[in-house]
């Protein structure tokens, strides 16, 4: 516990710093292109990457690379350096071509991911797309460059890198801000602004993966390109790896659909006269923001629990893997059940705060909010069936998560596809996230079943009885805040000056409520938690 609370704590300080800091990001472009079309335009071409990088190496990395390094590191006589040198140079000549054919095929590709958008709109993303579709060979080069460093139990620069990435396009934003007056007209938009904004954003990836590989050298990796494919382990790689990629397939398939939905509710509710934007910016923001307490909390441990889990797994130690799973999961559940539960009643105060600014008015932020409290009631079975996945993976088996991936969409698809056709385009949104919600509580009460089973058991009782102990603190915390939020409105109002109010008090006291029961009901990983933090504190 000692060791994964030091990993994470580490990991957790350059999460927080790059998550705020994104989220930072998210409030500059939103005030600077808006939660309307221009935005919808951009938020498009920006996924895209990100989705093409999960397609290619994003899933293989988590599922496949890492516990084939390991092996090759503890197998290998050189320590696994020639394996890593022939994975870096393979890998670096695909994502440049990969690049390179995508900026070709931008066009398409927004299509794909789009409906109902105008024909401005269309060639809007595609520019945008052109200029930001390159960063995909920069973004895997350094997404490999840090699984590396995480096999060698560096965990510090993947977490910190991103800042950097931010910091970069947060100067973008306030440039673009300040050259357009805070006009965010997508008929408007030139094509130097666009020039901005695309290349701005590729820029930050840039900066990103330099740093990265800067660190790997640090590490005391030295790159030497290598091509002999036939000891890069290719073979076993495509047999594990290629379920890995069915599983990443599958996933944005369902992005797809999600996609669709998004940015024809959107265009449907401008056309109707909505007065807030109702579509993938929205939707965007609302799901980064969910992200924030999972990818501060769950992913430092997460991050920390697989190499544990893969070598226990190695070494035929399935009690210590169970051990070591099941310590992660209480551990980050004591700091996820409260941040889930607090979103639901500050959701709207933190989004107008952070949002109602710029071209944007507080009805955008407000329903930004909403979205978000739907969301977080996903908070808790997501982070578990995030972890749980990685119990398959310290197995080597890639092919489980895919039979989830296929259950999941089909629930997701369903739902979301109900929701675009009976809801008002206003709220349409909305109704994903709460399709969202039903299908990972199924799929985290289906993957703990099978995961219990292959790891020789992980016990429901155990983490029940946790998790009503963390329910139980966290509730007078949700209602202190409550109190706090009715309080202030009541007096106030809802702006940008009552919303910090309330984030201070609301947050703040139930922030506090929360850890003095927690302490009370002697909940151990919150106990911890606080007198790791005191012990450095007080150095």
């Not at 096999?151 to 947060?170: E, H």
């Not at 955008?364 to 972890?387: E, H, K, R, W």
Request: proline fraction near 4%; aromatic fraction near 8%.
């Amino acid at each position: 516990m000692s060791r994964l609370l030091r990993a994470g704590a580490i990991m957790a300080a350059g999460t927080m710093v790059s998550r705020l800091t994104g989220f930072l990001r998210t409030a500059v472009l939103a005030a600077a292109i808006g939660t309307a079309t221009l935005g919808d335009a951009y938020n498009v071409a920006y996924t895209i990457p990100y989705i093409l990088f999960d397609l290619l190496i994003g899933g293989v990395l988590s599922s496949v690379v890492v516990p084939m390094i390991v092996r090759r590191q503890k197998s290998d006589p050189d320590g696994g350096r020639a394996y890593e040198q022939r994975l870096l140079t393979i890998a670096t000549i695909a994502l440049i071509a990969v690049s390179a054919l995508a900026v070709v095929l931008a066009g398409p590709l927004i299509q794909l991911y789009t409906s109902e958008l105008s024909e401005k709109e269309l060639r809007t993303a595609t520019v945008l797309a052109q200029m930001i579709l390159p960063q995909i060979a920069f973004f895997g080069l350094g997404a490999l460059a840090g699984a590396i460093l995480n096999t060698r139990d560096r965990f510090g620069a993947p977490m910190w890198a991103p800042v950097l990435n931010n910091i970069v396009v947060i100067g973008v934003g306030v440039t673009y801000l300040n050259i357009t007056d805070g006009q965010s007209n997508i008929d408007n938009v030139t094509s130097g602004q666009l020039a901005l904004l695309g290349l701005g954003t590729t820029a930050g990836i840039v900066a990103q993966s330099i740093v990265l590989v800067v660190s790997l050298r640090r590490a005391g990796f030295s790159f030497r390109p290598r091509l002999g494919l036939r000891e890069a382990g290719l073979g076993e790689m495509a047999r594990l790896g290629g379920w890995s990629l069915a599983y990443v397939a599958i996933t944005q398939a369902g992005f797809v659909v999600t996609t669709k939905l998004s940015t024809g509710a959107g265009a449907l509710a401008f056309d109707e006269g909505v007065p807030y934007g109702a579509g993938l910016t929205a939707y965007n923001i609302a799901y980064q923001l969910f992200q924030l307490p999972y990818g501060i909390i769950a992913v430092s441990v997460i991050t920390a629990t697989l190499p544990n889990m893969s070598r226990f797994v190695h070494d035929g130690r399935l009690a210590d893997a169970s051990e070591a799973f099941m310590s992660g999961v209480r551990l980050v559940c004591s700091a996820i059940v409260p941040a889930s539960l607090l979103l639901m009643v500050l959701g709207p105060s933190l989004t107008v705060l952070v949002f109602a600014h710029g071209v944007n008015t507080v009805a955008d932020a407000v329903y930004i909010g909403n979205v978000l409290q739907v969301y977080a009631l996903a908070m808790v079975p997501f982070t578990l069936f995030q972890m749980l996945l990685r119990v398959f993976y310290s197995f080597a088996d890639t092919r489980t998560p895919v039979m989830f991936a296929a259950m999941n969409v089909a629930i997701n698809a369903g739902l979301s596809l109900v929701a675009f056709y009976t809801l008002p385009p206003g709220f349409v949104v909305m109704g994903l996230g709460a399709a969202f919600t039903v299908t990972y509580t199924v799929a985290a009460a289906v993957a703990w079943r099978m995961a219990s089973r292959r790891v020789g058991g992980l016990s429901v009782r155990v983490v029940a009885a946790a998790l009503s102990r963390m329910f139980t603190a966290a509730l007078p915390a949700v209602l202190v805040a409550l109190a706090v939020l009715w309080g202030v409105d009541r007096a106030f109002g809802l702006t940008p000056l009552s919303s910090a109010v309330v984030l201070a008090a609301g947050g703040g006291l139930g922030g506090m409520t929360y850890l003095v029961i927690a302490h009370r009901l002697r909940i151990p990983e919150v106990n911890s938690i606080v007198g790791m933090v005191a012990g450095r504190v007080g150095r």
